[in-house]
């Protein structure tokens, strides 16, 4: 809640402080520029530079405030850490009272501290001491080194000052502390609002966790090797799918019979999602390396296929008129007419198909794998390693990113035409 | 002497719905070589389907078309043609687009190349050589698709509206243009159109058809095209008799459209 109230603050505060206050020196003077309708015209409207920058900055700022990482110049308020305390009051069977102090030190999670030294006291109940780690708790036996104990049936009857019922717990300014059903006190110091390690790791441990994985690797295989299994076979499915798709979507695009036999396959396969073949392809293929190229195979297949299909069907018909009155014979057409004409087609299949490949990939290796990106992840949330879960999440994210922006690149190198026209 | 007969073509349309389209009726037609025809008449008269049954790319219900004694069945490169737009190769450069024809026949770049480069230089393109076509103005554009017509050698060229998607003033620089280019190559051309003032300008025989059944509604014999090899087509429009023309063309037209309007208004009272 207050991460989102911080995020929109920040969204709207950075809009209204770049758009009003630096539109005067990033006027912009090219065409576009001199557009005064811009509402609804797509090509009006770039992504804003300066937003991006401040979007994943925000989102690298907010992560660190919430866990009190080295990065972020503010933080939201952190577990207490040091020596702190809190009083509570026994009473012995006679109905006497006593009051006694806990003194608590309270330190980060992992480290070793030496338990507070406690002054012996007046009264029957005598002070406690006791070793917490940050936003753990600790409970604290009061009546081991009191005259009076549980057994002779002395009790906790109020903690800094206020009643308590076994069961109830009391906010006191140290943290929090439970009269629990067998008498003891259990003490948890104050948390703050950042996340614990465990459940978001600050960026830095992400970072210096990555650094580790990459020098000395994880699970038997370095870093390299996890990432480079996963690519190869999405390169490799992804490849077969093409081989096998591309020629199909032609055959359909240009063959009655092609059209009408593989018509109820494909528009049958197509909505069935990749994920759900993986229990069938297990079965078949077992989890190694065929099984998976198998998967990524099908999932590429039908998207190239249509889309090599649609490229065919798409060629202006005054082309194909054109080349045939310019002599060329169907041969020459289809080389030199229909294939060109359905590379755009193709390339946006092909960027649809990596993308959805690269997905499939993922979640096949989360289900069963030795090697590769989910496994990693995978197997890292069995041990409670949030951070190597982020890593992989994140590498993952940058890695299909990559994916497209390269086969964009590909795109306007090898078709730049589309669109044109 | 070669020629181009079109013997008694009748084009008939079967629709789905059971009904059909007479789009042409007993269209009949000998043509020169080295003639230039054009063809004008109301939307639907079947202008388009015959140009497209010259060209191959439709057989029709009856009646053939011979060039030179030998009976059209399919297309081919003798028969070349121009469309109104979107038939260039947007893949190739400007020169491979002019070359294609050519280049699918076989030959080697040291055959096609002076005839290219020749033709780029007439339609003034020989800077764009190495352009996109999609980089290219639409009328730079109509002009490589003459050249690419033009590089095949063609005995016959059709043209359908070649010249209708470009402005007033592009189109009067490619209608000089292709009457230079008719009176170099002396090439058989066929030009549909829907501009009388084109039609007068680029027919030495103008066809006037009429709509439903589609046929020949009358047929002319202008000097206009020779005057305009000579000199500049601003001053042959000024002539008295293109005017004339103009004017009896436009009415019968007119009229034409009239007829129709008054049919369907019938059909659908
Ligand atoms: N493939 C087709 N199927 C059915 N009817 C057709 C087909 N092609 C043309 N027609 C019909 O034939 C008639 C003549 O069409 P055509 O395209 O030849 O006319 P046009 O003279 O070229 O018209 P425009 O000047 O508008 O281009 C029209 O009535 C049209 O509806
Ligand atoms: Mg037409």
């Known amino acids: ?421 | 002497m070669s020629t181009l007969s079109i013997e008694n073509i009748s084009m008939r349309f079967d629709l789905p719905n059971g009904s059909h389209v007479q789009a042409l009726q007993d269209v009949g037609l000998t043509l020169n070589t080295g003639e230039l025809l054009s063809i004008l008449g109301p939307s639907g008269c079947g202008k388009t389907t015959l140009l497209n049954i010259l060209a191959g790319f439709l057989a029709p219900t009856q009646g053939q078309i011979t060039l030179n004694g030998a009976r059209v069945n399919g297309p081919g490169a003798e028969r070349g043609m121009v469309f109104q737009q979107g038939a260039l190769f947007e893949w190739m450069s400007v020169r491979d687009n002019v070359s294609f024809g050519p280049r699918m026949a076989g030959q080697r770049e040291a055959q096609w190349k002076g005839t290219v480069d020749h033709l780029l230089d007439v339609v003034g393109l020989r800077d764009f050589k190495d352009k996109s076509v999609y980089e290219l103005s639409g009328g730079m554009q109509q002009r490589v698709a003459l050249a690419r017509c033009l590089a095949n050698e063609p005995d016959v060229i059709l043209m359908d509206e070649p010249l209708g998607a470009l402005d007033a003033l592009t189109r009067e620089k490619m209608q000089g243009l292709v009457l230079k280019l008719w009176k170099e190559t002396g090439k058989t051309i066929i030009l549909i159109t829907h501009s009388v003032e084109e039609a007068l300008l680029l027919g030495e025989r103008l066809l006037v058809m009429a709509p439903r059944p589609g046929r020949i509604h009358r047929e002319y014999h202008l000097p206009f095209a020779e005057m305009g090899v000579q000199q500049d087509l601003r001053s042959v429009k000024k002539h008295p008799e293109f005017a004339a023309r103009r004017e009896e063309i436009l009415s019968m037209i007119w009229d034409m459209e009239e007829e129709i309007m008054g049919r369907s208004a019938e059909a659908t009272a």
């Open chain 1, 1 to 421: 809640m207050i991460a989102l109230s911080v995020y929109l603050a920040i969204f709207i505060g950075s809009f209204v402080l770049i758009r009003i206050g630096l539109r005067r020196w990033r006027a912009r003077h090219d065409f576009t520029s001199l557009k005064t309708v811009t509402f609804g015209d797509e090509s009006a409207v770039r992504p804003d530079r300066a937003a991006s920058i401040i979007s994943v900055v925000t989102i690298f700022l907010i992560w660190g405030a919430f866990t009190g990482s080295k990065w972020a110049p503010v933080h939201v308020p952190g577990p207490f850490l040091g020596d702190t305390q809190f009083t509570f009051t026994v009473e012995a069977p006679d109905g006497t009272r006593d009051d006694a102090t806990v003194f608590a030190r309270v330190q980060p999670v992992g480290e070793s501290a030496a338990t507070p030294d406690v002054p012996p006291n007046a009264g029957f109940a005598q002070d406690d001491a006791v070793t917490v780690a940050a936003m753990r708790s600790s409970l604290v036996i009061w009546d081991e080194n009191d005259a009076i104990n549980r057994t002779d049936g002395a009790r906790v009857v109020a903690v800094e000052g206020q009643a308590v019922a076994p069961g109830a717990t009391v906010n006191t300014q140290a943290g929090d502390v439970t009269l629990t059903a067998r008498g003891t006190l259990n003490f948890a110091p104050a948390k703050g609002m950042q996340m614990e390690p465990i459940w978001l790791p600050a960026p830095e441990t992400v970072l210096a966790r990555a650094g580790e994985i990459a020098a000395t690797g994880y699970q038997n295989f370095t870093l390299w090797e996890h990432l480079g299994w996963s690519l190869y076979r999405v390169i490799a499915g992804f490849a077969l799918g093409a081989l096998v798709g591309i020629p199909l979507g032609y055959a359909m695009g240009l063959s009655d019979w092609f059209r009408g036999w593989f018509d109820p396959i494909v528009e049958f396969m197509r909505p069935v999602p990749p994920l759900a073949l993986i229990p069938l392809v297990i079965i078949w293929a077992g989890i190694g390396e065929a099984g998976k190229i198998i998967l990524l195979f099908l999932a590429a297949l039908w998207i190239m296929t249509i889309a090599a299909r649609s490229g065919v069907s798409g060629v202006a018909i005054a082309k194909v008129h054109a080349a045939y009155s310019l002599g060329a014979s169907k041969w020459q057409i289809l080389r030199h007419v229909i294939v060109p004409n359905s590379l755009p087609e193709i390339f946006t299949g092909a960027r649809v198909a990596m993308g959805v490949c690269w997905g499939t990939v993922v979640a096949a290796e989360l289900v069963a794998a030795e090697k590769g990106a989910g496994m990693m992840i995978m197997v890292a949330s069995r041990f409670q390693l949030t951070d190597v879960v982020i890593m992989g999440i994140i590498l993952i994210g940058i890695i299909g990113y990559a994916i497209d922006i390269l086969m964009r690149i590909a795109e306007k190198w090898l078709v730049p035409w589309k669109g044109r026209i």
